[in-house]
């Protein structure tokens, strides 16, 4: 399999998300990603992107993504120009042990993300969010 790279930059839209996951899908499907990775990796996707359109990007924004797929990993780049604001360690752990009727509604994206990811890691640069996930095959 030959290394694939799928460069978008998208609108900070719902809309625009979904159109995208579509195309990380095919993209899957033509590398042959495990079904486990794939989805794996489209969750974090979503997650990330999700938080930029409702949380970090303030009027007329663009998040660009940007995936590079080779034999024994996918790497995924997902930069916007949104206020600072790093994942990694700005997002609230939630609590898993606690009842579900006392957890608050949301919360677990970027929790999730950091556990089905082989690595998770955020940089500012140049005035860009720059959020980079690794996922092995």
């Known amino acids: 399999m030959a290394d694939t790279r799928l460069t978008l930059s998208i609108p900070e839209d719902e809309d625009a998300l979904e159109q995208t996951l579509g195309k990380v899908d095919e993209l899957a499907e033509a590398h042959d990603w495990p079904a486990t990775a794939a ?3 489209r969750l974090a996707i979503e ?3 999700l938080n930029v359109i409702k949380y970090g990007v303030v009027g007329g924004g663009q998040i660009d993504i940007d995936i590079s797929t080779g034999q024994d ?3 995924v780049r997902i930069s916007d120009n949104g206020k ?3 994942p990694t360690h700005d997002s609230e752990v ?11 509604i ?3 994206g970027v929790f999730l993300v950091g556990r089905v990811m082989d690595e998770f890691h955020y940089v500012r640069e ?3 969010n720059v959020v980079t996930l690794i996922k092995k095959l």
């Open 39 to 41: 989805y794996q990796i």
């Open 94 to 104: 939630p609590d898993t042990d606690a009842e579900l009727h006392d957890r608050p």
């Open 47 to 49: 997650e990330i992107v």
């Open 106 to 108: 949301g919360g677990l």
């Open 73 to 75: 990993a996918v790497s």
């Open 84 to 86: 600072a604001f790093d």
């Open 126 to 128: 140049q005035d860009l």
